[in-house]
């Protein structure tokens, strides 16, 4: 089986990065299928995570400033489609693959579903449509720039109906898009932390992770904080990510008198570690395309108290086994779950076991095969 994924880039660690590399080195070197990552344009930086040598990386280096024409706002977009699309039918005719995935937004979804009929075509989506909806809810009024955004969200969305198969994270947002090609909802694959979950019972630090921005919510966390201390001083809140509302955040702090109780960390390169010494995980974000830091927080034994927005937490959480979900901005149910834990380490201790027991569902070996058999399936359907 021949596989060619697309991305924009490789040189930037995130979340589709991670997961698509996890992917790529599960199906060469477990399966021994022929994987190769066309990149648009590497800009000769190293790859973000470790990639198995086995996985073939071509970098397109797209460039599509060189000429008058590509410059020209919308129609150049469109310009530039035409002339790509000539060099990734190229590569596709050298590679022959079986299948081509693309994993995020970009000029290859008016290229990749217009290649050669004989190799099919998978759009991942990464995100959901109840995450583009709350981005565009906390957009701002109305502007130029706004309308451009939207006018091009709503041309990506007509693409989508073009691949032969659209593959979900998440059984809401599958419900939620109604596409006829999205039927397919595989989750996200996670890569093993390589350390053995060693839960600490006599912790008291609480942790959460995430971009420093307005969907994921973190003021709800620090507003509660400062009713927790009321009953447990000596608890203490971790938050680690960066982003554009870190001095916000940093404000809210010093305004609720928290300096001493909830610390924003900034990005850690071992997040492992980190994992490894708290007690549990919180969650509060306004919606997501999947919630891959709950999978990896459960991994290290952590329970999470999560927020049950779109989508994601509702398929990963089952409800007061391995955690919690919450009604979205209910506060005093927020502060009543975290002050439970807090209170209660046999509680802590069994949704520990059941966190481990559940996150172990998305590794790749439990994963991998339901894209095996997607790919068998449209292949032989051929």
Known sequence: MKIVY????????????????????YLTDSIGYQVTILIAKQNNLPICYPISKNVKIIDVDIDVSSSFMSRVPVL??????????????????????????NVERGYEDFIIPTLISSVFSIRESHSSKAAVKAMYNNSGSFNFFNFKKRFFTYLYAKQLLKYDKVVLLTKQDAKDRKLPNGDVVIPNVISSFGICPKYDLNCRKVISVGRLDLYKNFKD???????????????????????????????????LNLERHVFLEGVSPSIQDHYATSSFFIFTSLAEGFGMVLVEAMQMG?????????????DIIEEGMDGYLIDMFDLKALEKRIVNLIENKNLRAAKSISAIRK????L???????????FKKMCNGK
């Open 302 to 314: 952590l329970p999470v108290i999560s927020y049950n927005c779109p989508c994601g937490p509702s």
């Open 221 to 255: 966390q620090i507003i509660v904080w400062k009713e927790v201390v009321k009953i447990h001083p000596d608890w203490t809140l971790h938050i680690y990510g960066e982003g554009s509302e870190k001095e916000n955040l940093h404000q809210l702090i010093q305004s």
């Open 76 to 101: 150049g977009f469109f310009f530039n489609i035409s002339q790509l699309k000539k060099v990734y039918q190229a590569i596709v005719n050298e590679l022959k693959p079986n299948i081509i995935i």
């Open 364 to 374: 790749p070996e439990n994963v991998m095969p339901q894209w095996m058999n997607l």
């Open 359 to 362: 996150s172990q569902n998305y």
């Open 6 to 25: 697309c991305i924009g880039s490789l040189a930037k660690a995130g979340g589709v990065e991670r997961v698509l590399i996890n992917k790529a080195n």
